[in-house]
């Protein structure tokens, strides 16, 4: 059986053709989400303050999550320019 084998392998041809390769893949931008993805619901559970086993459920839209985490930084950097005693006011 091994002959055979020896045999196979030294009478298959060295220049063997070889497969053309792959066409490259383009992928899209992850910063760029599809429109469809933007109106996506997307659910976090948060735990509720003063407990240890307390928790809910708040759901919104990727929009809308976007949206409240803009507005909250905007706030937090309205805040801390106003009690920076470097800033004018």
Not at 8 to 14: D, E, V
Not at 23 to 29: I, L, N, S, Y
Not at 38 to 52: A, I, L, Q, S, Y
Request: negative net charge.
């Amino acid at each position: 059986m091994i002959l055979f084998a020896l045999a196979l392998l030294a009478s298959s041809p060295t220049d063997a053709p070889v497969a053309p390769a792959p066409a490259p893949v383009v992928a899209t931008p992850a910063s760029a989400p599809h429109v469809d993805d933007m109106d996506k619901m997307v659910c976090h559970v948060d735990p509720e303050t003063g407990t240890r086993l307390g928790t809910h459920k708040v759901c919104h839209t990727k929009r809308e999550w976007i949206q409240n985490q803009t507005e909250q930084a905007s706030y937090l950097d309205q805040q801390t320019a106003m009690s920076h005693p470097l800033t004018p006011h």
